[in-house]
Structure formats: C-alpha cells, structure tokens
C-alpha cells in the first residue's frame, strides 16, 4: 500500500476528524462529494463495508435549521443516495479520499 494511502487509512480508523463522527470526502476520478460515518469505518473497518452518502455536509446544515430544531446526524443523513463499497481498500480504489 502507498504511503500516502496508509497515513489516509489511519486517519480516517483513528477517527480524527474536525466534524467528528462525519468525514467529507471526494471522489477525485469523478469529483463527486459526500459524507462516511464512523459507524461505518470504525475498526475493525476492513471487514465492513464503507458507506459514502452523496450529500453535502453544509447543505445538511441548512435543512437542519429549516426544522427549527437540533437534529441528530442519523436524521440528516435520511434519506440521502448512498453509494456501498465492501472494503476502506475498494472506497480508495474507486478514488474517494478524505477532503
């Protein structure tokens, strides 16, 4: 594994993100955005499947204060088209990385 994939891996299993639980991320084949949650990667994440939610993290926040009210992230995320990859190794091969 490339070392710049291996420092990604850890960061992303450490869980040390500025919006934790919910990482952004990029696709940079197709440049599409979205959100992974740490229930999704949190170890051991390479036997479970990684779920990328197509959505925008700051337009999450607009429809949350459209409620009027906090709402909890499983909330925001309803709904949202998602995309499943069995592996942290197949989500970087289809060129998803951390944003």
Do not use: S
């Not at 594994?1 to 084949?29: S, Y």
């Not at 939610?53 to 009027?68: Q, V």
């Not at 906090?70 to 499943?84: N, S």
């Amino acid at each position: 594994m490339r070392d710049d994939l291996r420092l990604e891996r850890r960061r992303i299993l450490d869980g040390a993100w500025p919006h934790f639980p919910i990482l952004p991320v990029v696709n940079l084949k197709d440049r599409r955005t979205g959100l992974i949650a740490w229930v999704y990667v949190a170890p051991p994440a390479q036997d479970r499947p990684v779920r990328v939610y197509l959505a925008n993290i700051f337009e999450l926040g607009i429809e949350a204060k459209e409620k009027g009210r906090p709402v909890t992230w499983k909330e925001a995320l309803e709904g949202a088209e998602t995309v499943e990859y069995p592996t942290l190794a197949a989500f970087f091969e289809a060129g998803w990385r951390a944003d």
